[in-house]
């Protein structure tokens, strides 16, 4: 199993940046691939980005060329960009883990651009 707990969300307006982290601790040697996931008020959550182990990343079209995410052994990180009123969510860490990919999820962090 894994635990995550991400920091770095806040208020910040429109046009500006922030970065989330997530640390992974225990079972991550069979973590697949790490990501984020944001939910607004009324909607679905939503992938935003992901990184494999090898690399790879994928992003939402809403979020292409602002957002980046990156992976640094345990730790996920999404540095978020030209931030807009609608990027406000509570963003998710999530992991895929193990041989057949079960979800993990953090507790979540509230992002929100408002001016």
């Known amino acids: 199993q894994v635990q995550l707990v991400e920091s770095g969300g806040d208020l910040v307006q429109p046009g500006g940046s922030l970065r989330l982290s997530c640390a992974a601790s225990g079972s991550i040697f069979s973590i697949n691939a790490m990501g984020w996931y944001r939910q607004a008020p009324g909607k679905e959550r939503e992938l935003v980005a992901r990184?494999?182990?090898?690399?790879t990343t994928n992003y939402a079209d809403s979020v292409k060329g602002r957002f980046t995410i990156s992976r640094d052994k345990s730790m996920v990180y999404l540095q978020m960009n030209s931030l807009k009123p609608e990027d406000t969510a509570v963003y998710y860490c999530?992991?895929?883990?193990?041989?057949?990919?079960?979800?993990?999820w953090g507790q979540g962090t509230q992002v929100t651009v408002s001016s």
């Open positions: 990184i494999t182990t090898v690399g």
């Open positions: 999530n992991v895929l883990w193990g041989p057949i990919n079960d979800h993990y």
